[in-house]
């Protein structure tokens, strides 16, 4: 079984479609919010206000829900509502005074007039007192303002770590959290340098930024990251650039031998020697022209013809953060091979969207990804199906854990959701693994990390899953 992991990031939304209106309609929400409050302000006399006054916290245990239930993207949305209701179905009670009583959801559509500000705003006004959702990275920062005036946390489903911050948590798996875990798995190997070949959008940017902070929060020296524009010409030019292929090619013994640099990248350490020797990947360097003979060859007339170029010095990196999918990868692949980037010397990462073709990349053997253990999942599925009679989308595993943190705060908190206890250290138990809400909005997920097989074997589970970082906070 493997996973799909979804990137909505306010700059691209691909795959769903675009609420240009209800984002119109929540800034006119806003904007009316902001002059009433301005009035108030303004009022003098006795018994007027004498300043701002802190929202109060919000006591109910009403759980409200934010998503497109008309619309394009409907059907996602009832999926996620599915997902909830199915935590609520099997953990729905509260206990208030003493007494145990079933917890109300309160569902509001994000696509209707309005958009999610509107939602978030009645949900407010219907004393609700937490919010699962919104679904993207736009919609969760309309819905913000109007929440954080009420007190309700929001429980966002959205990956963009942008929208994080305190009383708004990010559900989804994020890319930073997935970089955090490889280069922590890295490091323990042995690789001290770092660098990145990345596409120049959202999510490639998302997982430069996490190698940036991973680094230097894990004493690493700050790491090389280079964005491509996708063209093929584009991805071979600068892979050899960032690789310093012209240099380590004149620095290439006549025979074909290179002459180490002085600072040699460390080998791999053990575990990692079943991909020694091998150029990724052999497949696509062995067809490439002219580079698979290392002797010279001779025109008809006898005339030598310039020698195929010679193996060469390790790359000035020991790990490479790729971020491609599908042609784009297929590029950056021959684009490694083309440069002489080696599995002997460089540890290949990726991100987690890679699980769900696994079976694709046997030229990548090697290559590292981190993302939840499947397995993890069996027992959700096993009952999401048994009540709704189909496989649930992964989105599903997001609204269950959102929903699951709501039921099991509302059984230990006598009002409300608290902060402290919405972060507490023990976490959560999620579909996926244990999890753990941070104070800054983030979510700690357990990651494993997954070596890719050759031959369309996938991946198998190379380091469990655990939610322990080296990242602060």
Same mark, same amino acid.
């Given at each position: 079984?493997?996973?799909?992991?979804?990137?909505?990031?306010?700059?691209?939304?691909?795959?769903?479609?675009?609420?240009?209106?209800?984002?119109?309609?929540?800034?006119?929400?806003?904007?009316?919010?902001?002059?009433?409050?301005?009035?108030?302000?303004?009022?003098?006399?006795?018994?007027?206000?004498?300043?701002?006054?802190?929202?109060?916290?919000?006591?109910?245990?009403?759980?409200?829900?934010?998503?497109?239930?008309?619309?394009?993207?409907?059907?996602?949305?009832?999926?996620?509502?599915?997902?909830?209701?199915?935590?609520?179905?099997?953990?729905?009670?509260?206990?208030?005074?003493?007494?145990?009583?079933? &917890?109300?959801?309160?569902?509001?559509?994000?696509?209707?007039?309005?958009?999610?500000?509107?939602?978030?705003?009645?949900?407010?006004?219907?004393?609700?007192? #937490? #919010?699962?959702?919104?679904?993207?990275?736009?919609?969760?920062?309309?819905?913000?303002?109007?929440?954080?005036?009420?007190?309700?946390?929001? &429980?966002?489903?959205?990956?963009?770590?942008?929208?994080?911050?305190?009383?708004?948590?990010?559900?989804?798996?994020?890319?930073?959290?997935?970089?955090?875990?490889?280069?922590?798995?890295?490091?323990?190997?042995?690789?001290?340098?770092?660098?990145?070949?990345?596409?120049?959008?959202? &999510?490639?940017?998302?997982?430069?930024?996490?190698?940036?902070?991973?680094?230097?929060?894990?004493?690493?020296?700050?790491?090389?990251?280079?964005?491509?524009?996708?063209?093929?010409?584009? #991805?071979?030019?600068?892979?050899?650039?960032?690789?310093?292929?012209?240099?380590?090619?004149?620095?290439?013994?006549?025979?074909?031998?290179?002459?180490?640099?002085?600072?040699?990248?460390?080998?791999?350490?053990?575990?990692?020697?079943d991909t020694a020797d091998k150029i990724l990947p052999s497949d696509l360097a062995a067809a490439?022209?002219?580079?698979?003979?290392?002797?010279?060859?001779a025109s008809a007339d006898g005339a030598a013809q310039t020698p195929a170029v010679p193996k060469?010095?390790?790359?000035?990196?020991?790990?490479?953060?790729?971020?491609?999918?599908?042609?784009?990868?297929?590029?950056?692949?021959?684009?490694?091979?083309?440069?002489?980037?080696?599995?002997?010397?460089?540890? #290949?990462?990726?991100?987690?969207?890679?699980?769900?073709?696994?079976?694709?990349?046997?030229?990548?053997?090697?290559?590292?990804?981190?993302?939840?253990?499947?397995?993890?999942?069996?027992?959700?599925?096993?009952?999401?199906?048994?009540?709704?009679?189909?496989?649930?989308?992964?989105?599903?595993?997001?609204?269950?854990?959102?929903?699951?943190?709501?039921?099991?705060?509302?059984?230990?908190?006598?009002?409300?959701?608290?902060?402290?206890?919405?972060?507490?250290?023990?976490?959560?138990?999620?579909?996926?693994?244990?999890?753990?809400?941070?104070?800054?909005?983030?979510?700690?997920?357990?990651?494993?990390?997954?070596?890719?097989?050759?031959?369309?074997?996938?991946?198998?589970?190379?380091?469990?899953?655990?939610?322990?970082?080296a990242v602060s906070g």
């Amino acid at each position: 079984m493997t996973r799909t992991y979804s990137f909505l990031s306010k700059a691209s939304t691909r795959g769903l479609a675009g609420n240009g209106a209800g984002r119109k309609a929540g800034m006119v929400v806003l904007g009316t919010v902001g002059l009433a409050m301005a009035g108030c302000a303004d009022q003098s006399g006795p018994g007027a206000a004498t300043g701002p006054q802190a929202p109060k916290a919000a006591t109910s245990h009403k759980i409200g829900v934010l998503l497109p239930l008309t619309g394009p993207n409907a059907a996602l949305g009832h999926e996620l509502l599915a997902g909830a209701q199915l935590a609520l179905a099997e953990n729905g009670t509260s206990t208030t005074q003493g007494q145990a009583s079933a &917890l109300q959801m309160d569902v509001h559509d994000t696509a209707a007039v309005g958009g999610a500000s509107a939602a978030a705003t009645a949900a407010a006004e219907a004393g609700d007192g #937490i #919010i699962l959702g919104p679904l993207t990275a736009v919609d969760t920062a309309a819905a913000a303002p109007a929440a954080q005036s009420a007190s309700m946390p929001v &429980l966002a489903f959205t990956s963009d770590v942008g929208q994080a911050r305190n009383g708004v948590w990010v559900m989804g798996i994020t890319p930073e959290d997935q970089v955090e875990r490889l280069v922590a798995t890295a490091r323990q190997e042995g690789r001290h340098r770092f660098a990145a070949f990345l596409p120049d959008n959202p &999510l490639g940017h998302a997982l430069g930024n996490g190698l940036l902070a991973s680094c230097r929060d894990q004493g690493l020296m700050s790491p090389t990251i280079v964005y491509h524009t996708g063209s093929q010409a584009s #991805i071979t030019q600068m892979m050899r650039e960032l690789s310093s292929y012209d240099t380590r090619r004149a620095e290439a013994q006549p025979d074909g031998n290179a002459s180490a640099p002085a600072s040699t990248p460390a080998s791999p350490a053990t575990g990692s020697t079943d991909t020694a020797d091998k150029i990724l990947p052999s497949d696509l360097a062995a067809a490439l022209k002219g580079g698979s003979d290392t002797s010279a060859t001779a025109s008809a007339d006898g005339a030598a013809q310039t020698p195929a170029v010679p193996k060469l010095a390790p790359p000035p990196f020991d790990a490479l953060l790729l971020g491609d999918t599908g042609l784009g990868l297929k590029n950056v692949i021959g684009a490694l091979a083309d440069s002489q980037v080696s599995s002997a010397n460089v540890r #290949i990462m990726g991100p987690g969207l890679w699980a769900a073709f696994a079976t694709k990349l046997g030229a990548l053997k090697g290559a590292w990804y981190a993302a939840p253990d499947p397995s993890s999942r069996q027992s959700f599925a096993s009952r999401f199906m048994a009540r709704n009679h189909h496989m649930p989308r992964p989105l599903a595993d997001l609204s269950y854990d959102a929903a699951k943190v709501a039921t099991t705060v509302a059984r230990v908190a006598p009002n409300g959701y608290p902060a402290d206890v919405l972060t507490r250290s023990e976490g959560f138990a999620g579909v996926d693994g244990p999890f753990t809400l941070l104070p800054d909005g983030r979510t700690r997920r357990a990651l494993g990390v997954f070596e890719v097989l050759d031959n369309g074997g996938g991946a198998k589970l190379l380091v469990p899953a655990t939610t322990k970082s080296a990242v602060s906070g």
